[in-house]
Structure formats: C-alpha cells, structure tokens
C-alpha cells in the first residue's frame, strides 16, 4: 500500500496521509501506520479493512489482495489460505443488476438527467448533464463537487446564498444515515478544513433541505445563465436517487411561462 519512495495512496484524489487517514476515520494515530507495514500481531478487523478499500477506492481485485494479505497476518505458516473476502460494496450487486436499465432510462429523458448511491456518487448519467460541466467532465462524487471543486462555485449561480446553504444539510443528513461510511467521512473531513464550508456546517446545522421543486440559478457551461428546477426520486435499489434537472433561462415561476393542464387550459407553472 505503499510505494517505492515511501509515500502512502493517495486517498480519493486527496494526497491523504497517513495522519489524515486515521483522522478522517476516527482511529487512534498510528493505526494506518501499522496497518500500511503490516504490524498487526492478528488479522485486523474486516471493518477497519473495508473502510481503507472504500476510502482509497479500490476495485474488487485490490479488495481481494488486501484481504488475503492482511488475512495472513499473524500466521505465515498456515498451510490453508485464507476464506475468500465478503464483497466490499454489498449494495453495490443490486444497483449492477440496474444500472443497464438506468442508463437506458437516463438517455430517453431529454433534460438532464443522472442517478446517485447513498454517497452521491454518480452511477449513470445523460449526455444533457455532462454539458452541464466545463468540458462535460462529469465528477465522480456530485456531492464533494458541489461542495469543494472551485468550478462549483462558478457553475453553480450565487452558491454561497442559494447553493451552499441546501447542499450543507445533504452531507450532514448522509452522515447521520451513515456515520462509518468512509467516504462520505472523507468529504465532512474536507469540509471541516475549509473556513467558509466549515462555519456553514455548524451556522446550517442538521435542517433537511430537500431539493424536490428546488429552483436555483446556474451558469451554465454551454448555454449561459438561467434556472434550474430539481426534480428527485427514489428508486428500488438501497439508497438509490433519480434526479431530473430541468434547465430554463427564465424563472419556472415566471409569469411569462405557463403550462398546459391535462384538459389544455394554460397554467401558471
């Protein structure tokens, strides 16, 4: 887990060491230390090992060599090998199973359209949301994006009053749901170390802001200022989220757009 020049894996693109690590994940100082060297005198606990894989990111391979190494520990003279390990990413195998269906979902919908796990990562997306980033690089963690990435804070019109203070409850509502899930840790982590995100954790506090019918401005990329209006739903698959975003250069509420009602008669919308 370490390289030649003895510098540790870079924890989700974030240069984490060692110290960080252990932080980040509330252990005493010197456990990823010792996990990292291979000085645990028995097998350390799947816990601790499945929160190093999934903040590090490791692929299903790297979780496997990881088990069976550290599974050793303790007894190099064990002539079985060691059990094979649980999946890494339990509630990874039902959204496999629907990310087919998903993405075959996401391509009709002619706004932007994308699907989220329980940590906001990003699982299938349409091409009408790639454009709503620089370059259509779509980020891997919608949720860090929004909070951290300094494009954010472009694309994402007046983010310090009309963003920041609904996308702030999200990340404490998924840490609540999920307090040892590393990754999100990871974020809360990274939000803490910046002043301005961190007095908004503590000024927002756990108030649930839920983007359903949500307005907000953007910038966007390729088709300039406007308004987004946020349309989310769950799906069947744990922690699953299907979010529509519908792109205008007029306010929704605007009293120039209307809507047709089922009988044709022309709504304010």
């Known amino acids: 887990m370490e390289d030649a020049h003895g510098r540790g894996r870079r924890a ?3 240069g984490c060491s060692q110290e960080m690590i252990d932080a980040i994940l509330h252990w005493s100082a010197g456990t990823y230390e010792r996990l990292e060297n291979n000085r645990f005198h028995s097998a350390p606990p799947e816990q601790l090992l499945r929160q190093v894989a999934q903040l590090l ?20 003279s064990r002539a079985e090998p060691p059990s094979d390990p649980p999946p890494l990413y339990p509630q990874r195998e039902a959204a496999r199973r629907a990310i087919d269906r998903w993405q ?3 391509d009709q919908v002619r706004a932007s359209a994308y699907v989220t796990d329980w940590r ?3 699982l299938v997306f349409n091409q009408e949301w790639a454009r709503s980033f620089p370059r259509c690089v779509v980020p891997r963690n919608i949720l860090r994006w929004m909070l951290l990435a300094a494009e954010a804070r472009e694309v994402l019109g007046d983010w310090e009053s009309c963003w920041l203070p609904a996308i702030v409850p999200q990340l404490l509502v998924a840490r609540a749901k999920h307090p040892d899930d590393p990754v999100l840790a990871s974020i809360e982590y990274d939000v803490l ?9 503590h000024e927002f506090g756990p108030v649930y802001a839920h983007p359903s019918g949500a307005v907000r401005p953007v910038n966007h990329p390729e088709d300039g200022p406007g ?7 769950s799906l069947s698959s744990p922690e699953a989220q299907l979010m529509i975003v519908i792109y205008s250069t ?5 009293p120039s757009r209307s809507t047709q009602t089922p009988e044709g008669d022309s709504t304010p919308h």
Do not use: I, K
Not at 63 to 75: C, D, H, I, K, S
Not at 194 to 199: F, G, S, V, W
Not at 227 to 233: L, Q, R, T, Y
Not at 250 to 254: F, I
């Open 250 to 254: 007029e306010h929704p509420l605007s």
């Open 12 to 14: 989700a693109g974030l």
């Open 57 to 76: 990111g490791f692929d299903d391979d790297e979780w496997r060599l990881l088990w069976y190494v550290t599974q050793r520990t303790g007894a190099p």
């Open 120 to 122: 906001w990562n990003v």
């Open 227 to 233: 308004w987004v209006e946020m349309c989310p739903s």
């Open 193 to 201: 170390a910046d002043p301005l995100l961190a007095a908004a954790l």
């Open 104 to 106: 075959r979902a996401v």
